[in-house]
């Protein structure tokens, strides 16, 4: 059974880091690529940053650039995503997935599998 599941989000303050966790388990689950999202109430699905399993080749949404990393640990069979300097606007449901195929896109239609998502809200 494939599966992705979030962890690490919670309550940060202003300005403060996180760091997320996407584990995936799946005996022959071997995405080309892992992405992070994000959605607020309301809204559609934001594309963060993608990185592949192989390479680690890393792609970001430019509004994401600076204050969000994507790094892998194969060997965990995890993917991560620090979060810096964090602004209220940040307070979303944070998700990983992966495509079903070899590629890594900004479109969220085009990934097949998903985490259940963690919770990060940014407050004081």
């Known amino acids: 059974q494939v599966q992705l599941v979030e962890s690490g989000g919670g309550r940060v303050p202003p300005g403060g880091s996180l760091k997320l966790s996407c584990a995936r388990s799946?005996?022959?689950?071997?995405?080309?690529?892992v992405a992070w999202f994000r959605q607020v109430p309301g809204k559609d699905r934001e594309f963060i940053a993608a990185?592949?399993?192989?390479?680690?080749?890393?792609y970001y949404e430019d509004s994401m650039k600076g204050r969000f990393t994507i790094s892998r640990d194969n060997a965990k069979s995890s993917v991560y995503l620090e979060m810096h300097s964090v602004r209220p606007e940040d307070t979303a449901v944070y998700f990983c997935a992966a495509p079903p195929t070899g590629q890594a896109t900004k479109n969220p239609n085009d990934y097949s599998y998903w985490g259940q998502g963690t919770q990060v809200t940014v407050s004081s």
């Open positions: 990185i592949t399993l192989i390479g680690g080749a890393t």
């Open positions: 799946g005996r022959t689950f071997n995405p080309y690529a």
